[in-house]
């Protein structure tokens, strides 16, 4: 067989791969909804800036058979890095499930290409991900470093997460929740694509509610973000890779949930609910975690964060990885990163220190 590459630099000629991505897409088990190309290409859209596109694809004959989705930065260090950036809780490379090593090595070489003077830096690898089988084929320079944590359970109805809950007493606590939640008659509805746009801006509506004077992720408020949100849900809902839910009291949409879904994680990405419901004493973490169980396949990804709530449900913690590779040229760059994840490491750990010393001095 004999497999070509191309380099796209041009936001068009990526939007026109959409077809041929989502065979791909459908073919890479390890892919995750970050990965397909409604987010992407949505994302670039938003975020993107000119003259950083590097998609490169490897095709046989017709078929695209590897992608990996880039973009060019300057700093800390010239890379390549995923598209998707930080609102994107997992980078990958797309590669056939279907195929040999001959498209993990031809994407290999073209990487070693594309770069140049630049390093490739693949950040939050889920373990098991494409991107590992490159790492195994590169040439040159590389390591690998732990990058976000991420908390799983396991895709299993809500009856068995509460029975994983450590005491009696944690699992009656929480089967009350339930039938608060049950009592207080809220309803859910399952968003169809027509109607994905208008629960999307309600759930952004809900959301900025719901943080009002506390502190939150100050993107989530951006209207690129909104933008890119509701371009790019809409079609995932169509291939099955996100389920909108609406949560309705008195027939008002009180919540709304965005979770996203591949073959082997279904993860909550992001939801908004009103205040009112704190006010019943709902509990909206069990309300969303008992609607994201039905859809579940897998594993059932908390995703990015360590947040002490999470742990109240017993999760794996599962670190992504990052993947560095660099050219003998340019090992320099590599021992640079290497640098930077060091002092971002060490500058973490001092912070940590301080705030556990309450805020006091050394």
């Known amino acids: 067989m004999t497999y070509t590459t191309e380099l796209v630099t041009d936001d068009t000629v990526f939007a026109a791969l959409a077809p041929d991505w989502a065979r791909l897409y459908a073919r890479s088990g390890t892919a995750t ?112 470093v732990e990058d976000s944590l991420c908390l799983e359970l396991p895709a299993v109805p809500m009856d068995e997460l509460v029975a994983r809950l450590p005491s009696a007493k944690a699992q009656q606590r929480v089967r009350a929740k339930l039938r608060k939640l049950a009592s207080l008659g809220i309803e859910r509805h399952v968003v169809e694509p027509d109607e994905v746009d208008k629960a999307l801006r309600r759930l952004l509506e809900l959301h900025q509610l719901q943080w009002q004077g506390r502190k939150v992720t100050s993107e989530h408020l951006r209207p690129r973000f909104g933008d890119h949100l509701v371009r790019s849900v809409a079609p995932m809902v169509c291939s099955g890779d996100a389920v909108v839910t609406e949560f309705r009291l008195d027939d008002d949409v009180v919540a709304v ?45 908390l995703l990015r964060g360590n947040e ?18 660099a050219r003998r040229r340019t090992a320099p760059l590599l021992a640079a990163a290497l640098c930077d994840v060091a002092a971002r490491s060490r500058g973490k750990e001092l912070v940590r220190g301080w705030r556990e010393r309450g805020g006091d001095g050394p």
């Not at 069990?286 to 594993?299: F, I, K, N, P």
């Not at 002490?308 to 590779?325: D, F, G, I, T």
């Open 33 to 144: 909804p970050f990965q397909s190309h409604a987010w992407l290409h949505s994302w670039w859209l938003s975020y993107g800036r000119p003259g950083r596109l590097r998609v490169l694809v490897v095709r046989d004959g017709g078929d695209l058979v590897a992608a990996a989705p880039l973009m060019r930065v300057p700093r800390p260090v010239p890379s390549l890095v995923p598209l998707g950036g930080a609102i994107s809780d997992y980078g990958d490379v797309l590669l056939d499930d279907e195929r040999g090593e001959e498209p993990v090595a031809a994407l290999t070489d073209g990487l070693a290409a594309a770069a140049r003077t630049a390093l490739v830096d693949l950040r939050e690898v889920r373990p098991g991900g494409a991107a590992e089988r490159i790492y195994d084929h590169w040439p040159g320079p590389r390591r690998r």
């Open 308 to 325: 002490p709530y999470k742990h109240h449900w017993k999760p794996e913690p599962v670190a992504n990885q990052r993947l560095l590779l």
């Open 257 to 301: 949930d965005l979770t996203l879904l591949s073959r082997r994680l279904a993860g909550g990405y992001l939801y908004g609910a009103h205040p009112c419901l704190r006010e019943r004493k709902a509990d909206v973490a069990v309300m969303l975690l008992d609607a994201c169980s039905e859809h579940a396949r897998g594993s059932l990804s």
